[in-house]
């Protein structure tokens, strides 16, 4: 007990907070390099760390000289290796100090309409069997990546989505880069993936996805040519198997994640019925009965010449 109670002793509120930063900032950056290439070169540097301890520890000199020399130009080297990893944790730190996650990334009406376009447009290219590849700008700026292809500044619409993914036009190889509510560009070369997931049983479009979401904060929706199935990749994850009012809902809420989702379930909630319809009254004062309740059957005396021709009310005659 006394030693336990001395080591409490000890523990102050700032040893805490250094703690649980460092253990925050150490996953983060566990999370940042999870799903990419860089894992095993961290493995490597790790058994090479081993290895210079064991040096020490059995006073290896030579070894240890080495890898002290090596360790000098081993850091110039980890910067180009990991340069991909570096410039992505930049890019979100840099999108943390802009303090963007107080705004909202699009505004409602700007979100709701580019979701209902681009679904719309998927979906019409997967009933047609046309492939296509569309990125949506979110905080990382793709002005580069848009420059590769043919700048158009256009408005954001089905019709022109599906024009340009057209298999006889110039530009349907290429990505489509959407900022705001406009089409930046078309045509657009996007960077390979890095993930170290297994990739053969993906396309080219998807590929392509998966490495503008690696490196940049982007959705892309991916229409398969071979099969004509719809994935969303955000972050380099897809969901496969969407359709149009799905992929419509996601994109709102990845646009504009406050009040996306509740705007179309809204909209997919049909309006409750308070009373009988225009219709229903007209029908009910043309036959009689305008206190009866909508679906309520006549007896044979309230129906119109039922006793004259004998009709029973569906259009037959009754046998004699």
Request: proline share 5%; with cysteine; hydrophobic share 45%.
């Amino acid at each position: 007990m006394p030693l336990i109670q001395s080591a409490l002793d000890k523990v102050s509120p700032n040893v805490v907070a250094d703690v649980a930063i460092t253990a925050l900032l150490i996953y983060w950056l566990l999370s940042l390099i999870r799903g990419t290439r860089a894992v095993r070169l961290v493995i490597g540097v790790c058994l090479l760390l081993v290895v210079y301890g064991a040096a020490v520890t059995f006073d290896l000199r030579l070894l240890k000289v080495i890898l002290q020399t090596s360790a000098y130009v081993g850091l110039f080297a980890l910067v180009v290796v990991f340069q991909p990893e570096l410039r992505r944790a930049l890019d979100r730190i840099g999108r943390l100090g802009s303090l963007s996650w107080l705004i909202s990334p699009a505004e409602q009406s700007t979100a709701v309409h580019i979701a209902t376009e681009v679904a719309s447009a998927a979906e019409r290219l997967s009933r047609e069997g046309h492939g296509a590849l569309i990125v949506m700008e979110r905080e990382t700026g793709l002005q580069e990546i848009a420059e590769n292809g043919v700048m158009l500044h256009a408005d954001v619409s089905a019709d022109l989505l599906v024009t340009l993914f057209s298999p006889k036009t110039p530009l349907h190889d290429g990505a489509v880069v959407i900022r705001g509510d406009q089409i930046l560009a078309a045509g657009a070369l996007l960077p390979s993936a890095e993930t170290t997931i297994p990739l053969e049983r993906f396309g080219t479009r998807h590929k392509a996805a998966l490495g503008i979401t690696e490196q940049t904060d982007a959705i892309v929706v991916v229409v398969s040519e071979e099969s004509g199935q719809i994935s969303l990749v955000e972050r380099a994850r897809i969901v496969r198997n969407l359709n149009e009012p799905k992929l419509a809902h996601d994109l709102a809420a990845l646009l504009h994640p406050q009040t996306a989702g509740r705007i179309f379930r809204q909209e997919r909630t049909p309006p409750r019925r308070v009373g009988p319809t225009v219709r229903e009254l007209a029908r009910r004062a043309r036959f009689g009965g305008l206190n009866r309740p909508a679906g309520a059957r006549r007896s044979r005396s309230d129906r119109p010449g039922a006793e004259a021709t004998g009709d029973d009310g569906d259009g037959q005659e009754k046998a004699s």
